[in-house]
Structure formats: structure tokens, C-alpha cells
């Protein structure tokens, strides 16, 4: 492909949305490394992207050769350093856990080239400490995925106070190449789509703790009557509300917002392992 300014992406983490997003990165012609931990959860992920283009092919979305030449541009390895030499662009989307992202980074910013921006999808955690003490910060950046990512069309980008421009465009002209439409938000708790959808879900939870509707009925009013894809708890289900807790606790802490306050309903569900639709079951059967 002309004109890609990351001709090799290393995408670090293979779980949903690691395999996500490695997948619209091959989409958009760039070669793919994708990386976990153990080899079992690489080839999750890859077994994850083969479905979802499989299911693309069937339902006529995707000819069988597009199909073919996607998974070519994808190699996997569980080297996280190896795959991070190769690249112009490394997306880390490893467990939220500040402590992680930031060695990861600390150690791959000594081995990438000094032009290789470092990206994390994290979808609420502060770039700043992220990145704290990494080296080069003019070429980090947040670019926040959603899922299911081959099929959502937003991008946000987050950048830190020391965020440089030349990354912010390389990685806007990235987005339009993937087929997603950029955001650009500052640095900030939750950024802009954590901080009002995890709101909406955990007031919603209060709704149903509170009695007030069902859960049916209260996803009902958000999809008919405000034209939501999905309700906030069916989403809360999809996204994991041990996900999505942990969000709302940091939240609470970094925000000091009592709307972020998690409800019983919710610290109950997740501690009775009701994690929604990774389970089979949370405010739904799945
Ligand atoms: N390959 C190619 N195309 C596919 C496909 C596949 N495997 N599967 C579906 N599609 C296409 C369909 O053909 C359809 O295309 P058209 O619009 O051209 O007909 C389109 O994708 C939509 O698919 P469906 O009609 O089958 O399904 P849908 O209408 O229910 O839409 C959805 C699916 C877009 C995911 C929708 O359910 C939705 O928007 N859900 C909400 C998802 C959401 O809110 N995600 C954010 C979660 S929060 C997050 O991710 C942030 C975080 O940090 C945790």
C-alpha cells in the first residue's frame, strides 16, 4: 500500500480487542505482529480473527480472497520486543493494569526505533503515568478502540501534555486509513467515551437495584427511545462488569464524582462471577 506511514504495526495483547484491532490493521494493508504471552492466547486471537472474517465472508461482506490476504499480512509471536523492533507503530492492548502498560512501554521504548510511535489503547487508565518515564513522550498516544472494533467507526485519540503534533497527525492520518473517524481529547480520566457511557451503565444499575424497571425495560427506554444501538446494561453484559468496575472505581477515585460510585448490585453480581456475556450470564442469559 502507498503512503502508509506504518507499513508494520506490533499489537500487543491478543484478546478481544488486541485481535480487533490487529485485524482492521491488516485490513488497511499494513503488516501485523500480532503478540501475547503464551501461544495459546495468540492463537485465541487469531482463531478470533479467522471467525470474524469467516462470518464477513458468508454474510457477503468480505470475498474469500480479501479473507486470505488479511490473515497473509498477520504473524504471530509471543516476543514482545521482537515484535516491537519490527514496527513504525506498537498498540498495546495488555490487561488494564497501570503497573503492566507501564514496564511494557518502559521496556520497549529502549529497543523501537526512535521514530516508532508507542500507542495504548487503555480506555480510561491516565496516559500520563502510562507513559510516565518512557522514553521519547512526544511519540505516545492514546488510541482507544471499541468493540467489536472491526465493526465500530470511532477512534479516540488521546494525547498527553508532551504528545507531539507530527504523532497526532500521523496517527489521524492512520485512523482515516483504517476506516474509523478520529476524536482528539486530552489526557483526562475516562477521556470522553468511558467517562459518559460507564456513568449511564452504573445508573442504570441503580435503576434496576433500585426497582424503578427491569432490565429489559430500562435498555428498552435507551435503544426506543433515544435511538442507542444497545441498552447500557446489555452493553455493561458484553463489555464484563468486572471490566467495567474496575473503570468505576478508578473513576470514583480520580474524579472524585459520587455518580461514579459502583452499586452493591453491581459488586455482588461480580463477586457471584455474574460477569455478563463472557459467563453466559450478567443482567442477560447469554
Ligand atoms: N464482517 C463484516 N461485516 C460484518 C460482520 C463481519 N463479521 N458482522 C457484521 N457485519 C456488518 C453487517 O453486515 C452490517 O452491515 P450493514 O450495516 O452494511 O448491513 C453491520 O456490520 C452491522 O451488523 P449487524 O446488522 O449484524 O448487527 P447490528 O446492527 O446489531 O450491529 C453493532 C452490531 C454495530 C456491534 C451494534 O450492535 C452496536 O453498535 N452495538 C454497541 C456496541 C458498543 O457500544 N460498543 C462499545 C463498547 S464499549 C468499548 O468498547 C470501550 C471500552 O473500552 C470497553
Redesign the pocket.
Known amino acids: 500500500m502507498t503512503d502508509n506511514r506504518f507499513p508494520i504495526v506490533a499489537v500487543l495483547g491478543a484478546g478481544t480487542m488486541g485481535a480487533g484491532i490487529a485485524q482492521v490493521c491488516a485490513q488497511a494493508g499494513s503488516r501485523v505482529v500480532l503478540q501475547d504471552i503464551t501461544e495459546e492466547f495468540v492463537q485465541k486471537g487469531l482463531a478470533r480473527i479467522r471467525d470474524?472474517?469467516q462470518?464477513?465472508v458468508d454474510?457477503g461482506?468480505?470475498t474469500d480472497a480479501q479473507r486470505h490476504e488479511v490473515l497473509g499480512r498477520i504473524t504471530t509471536t509471543t516476543d514482545r520486543l521482537a515484535a516491537g523492533r519490527a514496527a513504525q507503530l506498537v498498540i498495546e492492548a495488555v490487561p488494564e493494569k497501570l503497573e503492566l502498560k507501564n514496564g511494557l512501554f518502559r521496556e520497549l521504548a529502549a529497543v523501537v526505533s526512535a521514530d516508532c510511535v508507542l500507542a495504548s489503547n487503555t480506555?480510561s487508565l491516565s496516559l500520563a503515568k502510562v507513559f510516565a518515564g518512557v522514553g521519547g513522550p512526544g511519540r505516545c498516544i492514546g488510541m482507544?478502540?471499541?468493540?467489536?472494533v472491526?465493526?465500530?467507526a470511532l477512534l479516540e485519540l488521546v494525547r498527553t501534555e508532551a504528545t507531539a503534533p507530527a504523532t497526532i497527525e500521523a496517527v489521524t492520518a492512520y485512523a482515516a486509513q483504517l476506516g474509523k473517524e478520529p476524536i482528539l481529547v486530552k489526557d483526562s480520566p475516562g477521556f470522553a467515551?468511558?467517562r459518559l457511557?460507564v456513568c449511564l451503565g452504573l445508573e442504570a444499575i441503580r435503576m434496576v437495584e433500585a426497582g424503578v424497571a427491569s432490565a429489559e425495560d430500562i435498555d428498552k427506554a435507551m435503544v426506543l427511545g433515544y435511538g442507542h444501538?444497545?441498552g447500557p446494561l446489555r452493553?455493561t453484559d458484553?463489555?464484563g462488569l468486572d471490566?467495567r468496575l474496575a473503570i468505576a472505581d478508578y473513576l470514583r477515585k480520580e474524579l472524585d464524582h459520587p455518580g461514579f460510585a459502583a452499586p452493591t448490585l453491581m459488586r455482588t453480581m461480580v463477586a457471584a462471577g455474574k460477569l455478563g456475556k463472557k459467563v453466559g450470564q450478567g443482567f442477560y442469559r447469554w
Open positions: 470474524f472474517l462470518k464477513g454474510k461482506k468480505v480506555s482507544h478502540f471499541f468493540n467489536p472491526p465493526l465500530m467515551s468511558s457511557g444501538p444497545m452493553l458484553l463489555v471490566v
